[in-house]
């Protein structure tokens, strides 16, 4: 799989993230589908920012005959797909005890079940092939988490889980799996987000935590065209034996540490970076 024109699927490609590694998979010669949900509807501009590097692919990887039949676009007008980058996601933020459990359930669905969905549609292509690389957009509070972050995180984690199983179990097949954990992405638009709901007791940790910017603001993080560029060197020289990879110095001192150090000494060194006092 290297310097091949290769045939790319990439899912949220609406996001920032996802707009940029559709762009970069695009600029390396590759045939890219970004794929999103209404891209005639409230994701238009998404669209009309992107049909000049790609395919356009209406898919909602909540519904899998939606999943299906975009695969099967793919493999129709292609006859091959490569490389599957999972990247939909929804993220969210509100204390546990806060998050209605209908809501949850829409996030596990989006961040969780959605690759699932995704890769098991485009697995028996890759096994037929003998080859094929799935990118999973993870983050790295699937490995450690910060206040305010919890559901978004459980989905995260339960997404490296089953990623780390599936890595393991299609190997066999020459089919790759990787997990990219981002750390706090310098978005181009970082604007605080609205609560999901009444923060009560909790509003006063959620003025230090948001004080100035869409999440805690961290040195060393890397931006969408970071993640996008380290998507890109996946798929260009892809290692089986990788599973994680982290993008940005943040992520990278995060993960490092968290290894280090008991349960209470991280939660004090975290809150001492972010200057949460609460």
Known sequence: MTRDRLVCLVSGAAGQIGS??????????????????????????????????CRILELDVTRMESVQAGIDRVIRETGQLNVLVNNAALVEFGPVELVKPERAGEILDVNVVGPLRMLQAAAPIFRVQRSGLIVQMSSVSGRLVTPLAGIYAASKAALEAWSEAAWQELRHFG????????????????????????????????????????????????????????????????????????????????????????????????????????
């Open 20 to 53: 940029a590694t559709v762009r970069r998979l695009g600029e390396q010669g590759h045939t890219v589908y970004a794929a999103m949900r209404d891209p005639y509807g409230r994701n238009a501009p998404a669209r009309e920012r992107l049909e000049d590097c």
């Open 175 to 278: 089919v790759g799996v990787v997990l990219v954990e981002p750390g706090d992405v310098d978005a181009e638009s970082a604007s605080a987000p609205a609560p999901a709901g009444p923060l009560g007791h909790y509003k006063p940790l959620w003025g230090q935590v948001f004080a100035d910017r869409g999440r805690p603001t961290v040195r060393g993080g890397p931006s969408t065209w970071d993640v996008a560029d380290a998507v890109c060197g996946l798929v260009e020289h892809r290692d089986p034996t990788v599973l994680r990879v982290q993008v940005g110095s943040d992520a990278e001192a995060a993960v490092a540490t968290r290894a280090m150090l008991s349960d209470e000494e991280f939660r004090e060194a975290l809150w001492a970076m972010l200057d949460i006092s609460w």
